[in-house]
């Protein structure tokens, strides 16, 4: 027995250190902990710093012993570890009350605070949906997390590369004080890329802000920049165009019904970024923001419009009509729109013929999802126009909404339909169609 195991034995006792490294990749930080233990190659192995660059760090916001000792585990890992660190994402899972709000506050102070000490490595922060809006946080406490947050930036600001802030809902000057906080050292920023999106509470008309103005003025060379329309304003391009236009590549731009965006932006002012920043691509993502004239008022034709999301999320409302937009407006992009996502509960009006003649209309369009009242028969025509080549489609997810719980015959005529396309499908398509009863 004991020859048989040797070679065993033997094989991992000298596994490649490259190797050993994989397997430590694949384990938990328990599991890591336990094979450290068994012998001085493998305890080597534990502290190599490959396998700590990389940490998400999630605090549960239900009570549980588990759950408890997160807190724990997150300051063991960034005073065992945290020198290693170079991309970091906090995430906060449904905080419930006051008492939460501040064991995370206090960890958060102690966590950044030895990082800001340890680490010099770290490119790349996300902490996502706080809700500091919400009222579980205390004032006292929403601003103490503020300050040491903002106290963190401005120590890592020289080394930073991407920082997400999505979902934070703070103040105009909350928010100004920790963007600013990336540039306090040189009173410039070159961050590349920064998440912004629903940053500010809502109902803010943060477009109109001096103080906002002058914070995105600091950073001078972004690339990609995520946030909300009730941000955007002349005086916002003016500046991306000053500072940013020999690096900007995308702008992901948010607009809800519930921000402001009624505001006035002229063509020129999105022409002239265009025309600086020639690598620009712009992507729009509308929640319940679907009437013509809304849309119009932002959905200018000097746009680099790459991709457009527009959704209903199930509401209907009589007065509301998608046909001009389908018709009219999205056509304007016919040769720079390659995404195309739809979410329309549609059930007052049939759109078959105005969708399909926007896509075959529009000649770069690779990505189409759909949610919406359609008949069966639009698919039959639209892998029909793909299969002559007259649109050059690569993903097509459909759900075809339905009056009725029952639907058989509807499911029967989508598999005639594959299988009449099944090598179309098959060999060229990111393909996904289904029925779905709206009842």
Same mark, same amino acid.
């Given at each position: ?21 994989? =397997? @430590? ?104 949906? #706080? ?71 809502? +109902? ?18 972004l690339v990609i920049l995520t946030f909300n329309y009730n ?11 000053? +500072? ?6 995308? #702008? ?39 009437? +013509? ?11 680099? =419009? ?59 369009? #690779? @990505? ?72």
């Open positions: 027995m004991e020859d048989d195991s040797e070679p065993e034995q033997r094989s991992w006792a000298h596994l490649p250190d490259v190797c050993l490294r994989h =397997v @430590f990749h694949w384990l938990d930080d328990r599991d890591r902990s336990q094979a450290a233990l068994v012998c001085k190659k493998w305890s080597w192995a534990m502290y190599s710093g490959s396998l700590w660059r990389r940490r998400t760090i999630t605090f549960y916001g239900r009570p549980s012993r588990a759950h408890t000792l997160e807190f724990q585990s997150a300051l063991w890992y960034v005073k065992k570890f945290g020198k290693y660190l170079e991309h970091l994402e906090i995430k906060l899972s449904n905080p419930y009350n006051t008492a939460f709000t501040q064991k995370f506050q206090v960890t958060m102070r102690d966590l950044l605070s030895h990082l800001s000490k340890c680490n010099s490595r770290l490119v790349s922060l996300s902490i996502k949906y #706080l809700e500091l809006d919400r009222l579980i946080w205390k004032n006292v406490v929403r601003a103490q997390f503020i300050k040491t947050l903002a106290t963190f930036l401005k120590r890592m600001s020289k080394q930073l590369d991407y920082l997400n802030l999505k979902g934070a809902r703070v103040t105009l000057e909350e928010g100004c004080e920790l963007l600013n906080s990336l540039s306090f050292l040189t009173n410039k920023g070159f961050i590349s890329e920064i998440n912004i999106e629903d940053f500010f509470s809502l +109902h803010l008309p943060v477009y109109s802000s001096t103080l906002f103005h002058q914070t995105m003025s600091k950073f001078h060379s941000c955007i304003s002349d005086e916002l391009l003016d500046i991306l165009q000053e +500072h940013s236009a020999h690096s900007l590549c995308t #702008l992901n731009i948010k607009c809800h019904i519930h921000d402001p965006h009624g505001q006035v932006v002229w063509g020129m002012s999105w022409a002239n970024l265009a025309k600086r920043a020639p690598k620009l691509k712009v992507n729009f993502f509308f929640e319940r923001v679907m009437k +013509h004239d809304h849309l119009a008022r932002i959905l200018l034709v000097e746009i680099p =419009v790459r991709s457009i999301s527009l959704r209903s999320c199930y509401f209907n409302d009589p007065d509301w009509t998608m046909r001009p937009t389908l018709t009219n407006l999205l056509p304007a992009y016919w040769h720079v729109l390659q995404k195309l996502t739809l979410e329309l509960n549609n059930d007052h009006e049939l759109l078959d013929d105005e969708l399909l003649q926007l896509i075959l209309s529009c000649k770069r369009l #690779l @990505f189409l999802k759909v949610w919406a009242f359609l008949s069966v028969t639009f698919m039959e025509k639209l892998l029909q126009n793909r299969a002559d080549r007259k649109c050059i489609l690569t993903t097509i997810k459909v759900r075809i909404y339905t009056a009725r719980q029952e639907t058989s015959e509807e499911d029967r005529l989508l598999c005639d339909i594959y299988r009449k396309f099944k090598y179309l499908i098959d060999s060229e398509l990111n393909y996904f169609v289904i029925t779905y009863p709206m009842v």
